[in-house]
């Protein structure tokens, strides 16, 4: 079975500062991970993906992340916060070879990004 | 990135009537859709998988009866809520995945519904 931890329902960071979402996931065989993100009454966008490489990848608006095997992570990331990164955001898995299978998501972290 | 269309993106409607939003891939095919639910705060729910040509696999808890999906094309998938009620209130998005194992998928803006 395939599960997402996002342990953190909120994060709050100043703008300017780091920032960091926190993602742990459990599959069966090579994952395949994603982050999307979601502002109010509004569907989620594909922010990037990991499927095999290196495992830091690069996505939209200057986010990051990076995936650990051994920790079963993929935490977000971003150097350098904008008041207009605040919004929900998701993590998502599945198995690589697992057909039609859907994404299993996280219960979703809210980032507040203050001034 | 690919794009994907929801319409309409806010309903609505009387109890007892049904309601059909759909759901389209704009610039690609896809031959799985996904049709999810959101309540306030919370994450997406799965309601079905959409094959293009075939019947919907539903979620286990989801009412086939009330929530017929339709894919007719590889373009195009309808979700239709059948004789709706207020509980049935709330977020509905599609997605569409593009073809291949490594597949991504891409969200449709969302559908809110409102049931009186």
């Known amino acids: 079975a395939q599960s997402v931890a996002q342990p953190e329902d909120q994060v709050n960071v100043a703008e300017g500062n780091p920032l960091t979402v926190k993602c742990t996931y459990s599959?069966?065989?090579?994952?395949?991970l994603f982050w999307y993100v979601q502002y109010p009454n509004r569907g989620l966008q594909f922010l990037l993906k990991?499927?095999?490489?290196?495992?830091l990848v690069k996505g939209s608006y200057g986010f990051e992340a990076e995936f650990n095997k051994s920790q079963t992570s993929f935490h977000l990331k971003k150097p350098s916060a904008l008041v207009s990164d605040s919004a929900l955001y998701f993590c998502a898995v599945r198995a690589l070879l697992s057909g039609n299978t859907p994404l299993v998501f996280g219960k979703g972290t809210r980032l507040s990004v203050i001034a | 990135g690919a794009v994907v269309s929801q319409h309409p993106s806010r309903v609505i409607c009387k109890s007892g009537t049904s309601v059909k939003i759909e759901c389209r891939s704009l610039?690609?095919?896809?031959?799985?859709m996904f049709w999810y639910r959101q309540f306030p705060k919370k994450s997406l729910m799965l309601m079905a998988t959409s094959n293009e040509g075939s019947k919907a696999t539903y979620e286990q808890g989801v009412e086939k009866d009330k929530f017929l999906i339709n894919h007719a094309s590889l373009t195009l998938s309808t979700l239709t809520v059948t004789s709706a009620h207020p509980e049935d209130s709330s977020f509905y998005i599609c997605?569409?995945?593009?073809?291949?194992?490594?597949?991504?998928?891409?969200f449709g803006p969302g559908t809110r519904l409102l049931v009186l």
């Open positions: 997605s569409a995945r593009t073809s291949g194992s490594g597949g991504t998928q891409y």
């Open positions: 610039d690609f095919q896809a031959t799985t």
């Open positions: 990991y499927i095999t490489g290196d495992n």
């Open positions: 599959v069966s065989g090579n994952p395949y």
